[in-house]
């Protein structure tokens, strides 16, 4: 019998969007349906990634420096856990993934996308998500949120534009990609997206049994 590839399953959003609020109750939610889920993050998500996320969050470098090392922490990741767990029958649950390579580098730094969208040929050419949430909330709602939080990243700290043009690009994937992604209206209350969140993935479930 041949194992049925896993469900690569992504969360993306400017940060204070509301990922992190979610991704151990997607996990949990599939868990409680019987699958088996590995949980991920990028950048990071194998030793040598934790260790790049620390400097790309931390670290002032060029705009093709971080780009590289976004995609070099990606490499590393998708080679030793994410295609090894996928194609075991593993579902992959991953907070940020090329989306967010596409928003931050090409949008919000302005690197545009012709490159990231070489990289990404190179490196992941048949690889997708099979569903992408995008957690989008207006600039004041994130601001508002993170600065209740913890101390802020050097994307954090950006300027108001570097954000709205991050969000936006998030925003035209979810329309250029919309069977793919879905997005999420993140200013709602945490009980009603998570409402909407077990609707879909009721039916990312059965899509996938009839496969
Ligand atoms: N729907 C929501 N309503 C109110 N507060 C939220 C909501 N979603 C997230 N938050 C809060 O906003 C902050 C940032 O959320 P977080 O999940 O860390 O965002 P991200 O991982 O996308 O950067 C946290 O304090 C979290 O509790
Ligand atoms: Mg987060």
């Known amino acids: 019998m041949t194992t049925k590839r896993g469900k690569f399953l992504t969360l ?12 151990q109750w997607l996990v949990d939610t599939l868990r409680n349906k019987g699958i088996e889920v590995l ?32 995609f070099a ?30 928003a931050y580098q090409g949008g919000g730094r ?10 990404e040929k190179w490196l992941h ?5 099979d569903r992408t949430w995008l957690f989008d909330v207006p600039l004041t709602v ?14 954090e700290k950006m300027a108001d534009a570097f954000f709205q043009r991050t969000r936006e690009v998030y925003l035209a994937r979810a329309n250029a990609h919309p069977t793919r992604m879905i997005c999420v209206d993140s200013t709602q209350s945490i009980d009603n997206i998570r409402k909407d969140l077990e ?13």
Request: aromatic residues 4%; contains cysteine; glycine residues 8%.
């Open 12 to 23: 993306e959003g400017v940060d204070g969007a509301g990922k992190s609020t979610h991704v």
């Open 39 to 70: 949980s991920t993050r990028e950048p990071g998500g194998t030793p040598i990634g934790e260790k790049l996320r620390e400097l790309l969050l931390h670290e002032p470098m060029g705009l093709e420096c971080e780009t590289l090392m976004m």
């Open 125 to 129: 050419p048949d690889l997708q998500p």
């Open 142 to 155: 994130a601001r508002e949120r993170l600065n209740r939080t913890r101390e802020q990243d050097r994307f």
């Open 110 to 119: 302005e690197l545009g996308y012709d490159r990231v969208e070489t990289l």
């Open 199 to 211: 609707l879909d993935i009721a039916q990312i479930i059965d899509a996938a049994a009839t496969q």
């Open 73 to 102: 922490a990606r490499a590393e990741h998708l080679r030793t856990v994410i295609e090894p767990a996928l194609s075991t029958g593993i579902w992959v649950v991953c907070d940020r993934f090329t989306d967010a390579t596409f």
